[in-house]
């Protein structure tokens, strides 16, 4: 579905189905695809179910360090000490809030032998989604000076990423249960919508983000998804924090501006 919306929108905007880009701009973008959205993907969905939701996103909020030493060890990106200094607050707010969840959770403990293959799987989505955009930088840049289109930067991490997983469910033996999951029309209208704000919407605006700052920055704004949230929950399902949460997300909002000054 995302593939279908990107196309469309890359004919609209730029005129042509498929990206013009050089043969290596494919292949970084490509590879930032498959580790960041495939494996990265993979690791936390896999993640979900072995130790929970809340649990899972907690351990993902150190992809920004991942994103940072790809960058670092891809592209010579530094750290600056007030960007340092802004990551670590927002991290800070990031995990605060996720605790304050875990309080009101309803998720039961995981046995130890599933929450240690559950850590496993968060660690790997961390490096995937923070090494993926460190990839997706290095592909963006290379042999121009201007940064790739950012919609032509997330068509091609899509199709390749796409191509990685459908070869993994074939390989799995799984189709026919995608052939089942088609046909649940609920579960296929929220996927749909779910497709058009985040693989669609949101991956165009992080390309945006990974031009324009470094990869460590921008992951952790990328990261503020359990912050940005608390308003959401509590405006359509009247789910109130209390001020644990509330002092969480004034910290990482701080850890933001403090970002928007280096």
């Known amino acids: 579905m995302a593939i279908g919306l990107l196309v469309f ?10 990206p013009v880009a050089s043969s290596g701009q494919w292949f970084w973008m490509g590879l930032s695809g498959i580790v960041g959205l495939g494996i990265g993907d ?15 996103v907690l351990i993902q909020a150190a992809s920004p360090i991942f994103a940072a030493v790809g960058a670092y060890l ?98 799995a033996g799984r189709l026919p249960e995608v052939q089942r999951a088609v046909k649940d029309r609920e579960g296929i209208k929220y996927t749909a919508g779910g497709a058009l704000i985040g693989p669609f919407l949101g991956m165009t605006l992080s390309m945006v983000a990974i031009a324009n700052a470094q990869a460590g920055v921008a992951q952790t704004l990328m990261s503020l998804m359990p912050v940005i949230i608390i308003p959401v929950v509590w405006i ?17 909002i701080i850890g933001v501006a403090i970002l928007f000054l280096t």
């Open 236 to 252: 359509i399902y009247r789910e109130k924090t209390n001020w644990r949460g509330i002092l969480g997300a004034i910290v990482a």
């Open 42 to 56: 993979f690791g936390l969905f896999a993640a979900y179910i072995a130790i929970g939701p809340r649990r899972a």
């Open 74 to 171: 891809m592209l010579g990106e530094g750290f600056s000490p007030l960007s340092a200094v802004g990551v670590t607050v927002t991290l800070t707010g990031i995990v605060v809030v996720l605790l304050e969840r875990g309080e009101k959770s309803d998720e039961s403990l995981a046995a130890n032998k599933r929450k240690s293959w559950g850590v496993f799987f968060g660690l790997v989505s961390a490096m995937g989604q923070g090494f993926g955009v460190a990839l997706s930088k290095k592909g963006m840049y290379l042999g121009v000076s201007v940064a790739m289109n950012p919609l032509s930067a997330a068509l091609i991490r899509m199709l390749l990423a796409g191509l990685f997983v459908w070869a993994c469910v074939l390989f």
């Open 9 to 18: 929108a890359h004919i609209i905007l730029l005129g042509a189905i498929l």
